[in-house]
C-alpha cells in the first residue's frame, strides 16, 4: 500500500514539475521574443570578429554595398572596423528617411578628417542640424546661390567656357590628345572661384590654380583618414601623418583666404561695393556686418563656408561632365542625335548659352541619365538624431545612415535596364515617365536622387545644372572626339566613396 501510493506522490510531482517547466519555458520565450522585437536590428550580413563586414567590402563602396543589399534587403547594418552604419538602397526606405522622417535624419556624422578641422563648429556641409545651419542654408538659398546672384555670375561662367572651347582648339589645332578630365575640374574650379572671390580682387592670376591643387589635396588626405575610421580610437595615433599633412594643407587655404577678405575689405571701405558685382565674399561680408543678422557670422566661418563651397561643388559637377563625355563618345548615336539637336537651335556661329537650355530637351535628359548612373555623392550621409523605426527595424540615435543612391537609381526595381546609358527615358514622351513632373531635381522623386532630398538637400543644384549644360553642348556642337588609347572610353568606376572614373579621360579633339 505504502509503495502505491509513494509512487502516486512521484506521479504527481513529476506532473508538477514539467507544468511548472513548461510555464516557466513558455514565459521565458515570449519575453525572448518581445524583447528581441523591442530591440530588432537591420539585417546585417555574417560578421568577423573585429572587421566586422570589411571582409565583404570591395573598393568601389556604393557598388560593394548594391551587392550586399541584394542578398540581405533594401535596410542593412553594416559594420567596417569600429565604424558602424545602417545601409539605405531602395526608394520606398529613401522616402522613410528623406521625407517622412526627414527632421529624425538631418544632421551629418563627424568624420575621421574632423579632429583636424581648424573650423571645427563653423562646418556648414557637414554640420549637425541646429539654428547655425538652419541660418547658413538660407543665406544660400535666398542670396549666395540663389536665381538672381546666380544671374549676376551668368558672365563668368560664359567666360570660362569660352576659354575652355579655346584650349581644347589650340589641342585640336596641335593633333595633341586633351585631358578632358583636368580641364573639366580647372573649369569648374575656376567658375567657383571666381564666383566666390572674383580673381579681379586680387590681381594674382595663380589664386585660382592655388586653391584647385589645396582641395586636390584635401579630398585625398580626408578620404584617406575616413579610411580610418575603421580604426576607432587608434586612428588618433596618426601613423601615416596624414592628420598633420592635412592641418597644414588647411592652414594654408586660411592664409590665402584671409588675404583675399582683406582685400574684398578694403574695397568696401574705399566705397567699390556696386551690388551688381558683387561676389559671395561681399555677401557674406555683409552679412558678418550686419547687427540684425539672427546669427552672428565669424570669420571663421566665413573661411569654413568657402572651403565647403569648393569641395562640395568643383569636384562634383566635374565628374558627372566626365561621365557624360565618356558615354557620349562610346554611343556616337547619342552624340549625333545631341548635336543636330544643338545645332538646329543653337546654330553654328555661337557656343551653347545658359539661356538656350530650356530649348534643348535632349541636352537636358543626356545630363540626367549621367547622374542616374553616375551621382557625384553615391552615398549619402545622415545621421540618426533619436531612436526610431524604419521598415520595422530599430535605428538607434547617433547611428550613421547611409542612402545608397547609385543603387536606388539602379534597381530594377524602378527602371527599365538600369544600368544602359539611355537619356530618351527623361524625355516628355518616355514611357518610363520620369520627366513628366520636373520634381527631380527637388528630390521628390524618390527613385531619382543624384542631389539628395529634403532639409539637406544639394545648395548648389541650380547652379551645378548652369555649368554642366553649356559646357557638354560646347564641347559636343564643336568637336568630334576620339579616345586616346582603344576604340572605346573606359567606363570603369574608380574606388572609394565618390563616382570618380577610374583612369582619367583623355582624347583627342578633332574639327567635325
Ligand atoms: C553635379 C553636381 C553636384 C551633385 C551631384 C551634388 C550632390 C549633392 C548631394 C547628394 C548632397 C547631399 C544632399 C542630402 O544630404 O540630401 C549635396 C549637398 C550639398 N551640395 Fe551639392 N552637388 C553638386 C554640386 C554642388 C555645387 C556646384 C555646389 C555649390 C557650389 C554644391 C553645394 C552643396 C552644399 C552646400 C551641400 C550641403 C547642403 C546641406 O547640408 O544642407 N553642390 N550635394
Known amino acids: 500500500m505504502a509503495t502505491t501510493a509513494g509512487t502516486d506522490l512521484m506521479y504527481y510531482f513529476v506532473i508538477f514539475v514539467w507544468f511548472i517547466t513548461a510555464l516557466l519555458v513558455h514565459f521565458f520565450i515570449k519575453s525572448c521574443l518581445k524583447t528581441r522585437s523591442a530591440t530588432q536590428n537591420p539585417p546585417s550580413p555574417p560578421a568577423l570578429p573585429f572587421i566586422g563586414h570589411l571582409h565583404l567590402i570591395g573598393s568601389v563602396l556604393p557598388k560593394s554595398f548594391q551587392t550586399l543589399a541584394r542578398r540581405y534587403g533594401p535596410l542593412m547594418l553594416i ?3 569600429a565604424s558602424t552604419c545602417v545601409v539605405v538602397s531602395n526608394a520606398a526606405i529613401a522616402k522613410e528617411i528623406f521625407k517622412t522622417q526627414d527632421l529624425n535624419f538631418s544632421s551629418r556624422p563627424e568624420f575621421g578628417s574632423s579632429e583636424y578641422f581648424i573650423y571645427r563648429g563653423s562646418r556648414f ?128 587655404f586660411d592664409a590665402l583666404v584671409e588675404r583675399i ?90 557656343l551653347v548659352k545658359e539661356s538656350d537650355i530650356s530649348n534643348l530637351p535632349y541636352l537636358r535628359a543626356v545630363i540626367k541619365e549621367t547622374l542616374r548612373l553616375h551621382p557625384s555623392a553615391p552615398l549619402i550621409i545622415r545621421e540618426c538624431a533619436e531612436d526610431c523605426k524604419v521598415n520595422g527595424s530599430i535605428v538607434k540615435a547617433k547611428t550613421r545612415v547611409l542612402v545608397n543612391v547609385y543603387a536606388i537609381m539602379r534597381d530594377p526595381n524602378s527602371w527599365t535596364n538600369p544600368d544602359e546609358f539611355v537619356p530618351e527615358r527623361f524625355l516628355e514622351s518616355s514611357e518610363e515617365r520620369v520627366g513628366e513632373h520636373q520634381m527631380e531635381f527637388k528630390g521628390q522623386n524618390f527613385r531619382y536622387l543624384p542631389f539628395g532630398s529634403g532639409r539637406r538637400v544639394c545648395a548648389g543644384a541650380s547652379l551645378a545644372m548652369l555649368m554642366m549644360h553649356p559646357a557638354i553642348g560646347s564641347l559636343v556642337q564643336r568637336f568630334d572626339w576620339k579616345p586616346k588609347d582603344g576604340e572605346k572610353v573606359d567606363l570603369k568606376q574608380g574606388p572609394g566613396f565618390a563616382t570618380e572614373m577610374a583612369n582619367p579621360l583623355v582624347c583627342y579633339p578633332v574639327a567635325p
Open 79 to 81: 559594420r567596417m572596423g
Open 125 to 252: 556641409v557637414m554640420a549637425q542640424y541646429g539654428d547655425y545651419w538652419r541660418f547658413m542654408k538660407k543665406l544660400c538659398m535666398t542670396k549666395l546661390l540663389a536665381v538672381p546672384q546666380l544671374d549676376r555670375s551668368v558672365n563668368i561662367r560664359d567666360e570660362e567656357i569660352e576659354k575652355l572651347v579655346e584650349r581644347v582648339e589650340k589641342s585640336s589645332r596641335e593633333g595633341k590628345p586633351c585631358d578632358l578630365s583636368g580641364e573639366l575640374t580647372t573649369l569648374t574650379n575656376n567658375m567657383i572661384c571666381r564666383m566666390a572671390m572674383s580673381t579681379r580682387c586680387s590681381g594674382n592670376e595663380n589664386e585660382a590654380e592655388e586653391i584647385h591643387e589645396l582641395m586636390r589635396e584635401f579630398l585625398e588626405l580626408a578620404g584617406k583618414l575616413s579610411i580610418g575610421d575603421v580604426l576607432g580610437p587608434l586612428k588618433m595615433l596618426d601613423f601615416s601623418g596624414n592628420g598633420k599633412k592635412l592641418l597644414s594643407a588647411l592652414q594654408r
Open 261 to 350: 577678405i582683406e582685400e574684398h575689405e578694403s574695397k568696401a571701405t574705399e566705397g567699390g561695393g556696386e551690388d551688381q558685382k558683387k561676389d559671395l565674399m561681399d555677401i557674406l561680408l555683409d552679412t558678418f556686418r550686419d547687427p540684425t543678422a539672427e546669427v552672428k557670422l565669424t570669420k571663421k566661418d566665413i573661411k569654413s563656408f568657402l572651403l565647403d563651397i569648393f569641395m562640395a561643388g568643383t569636384d562634383t559637377s566635374s565628374a558627372a561632365m566626365q561621365w557624360a563625355m565618356g558615354h557620349l563618345i562610346n554611343h556616337p548615336e547619342i552624340f549625333k542625335k545631341l548635336r543636330e539637336e544643338i545645332n538646329s537651335v543653337v546654330g553654328p556661329n555661337r
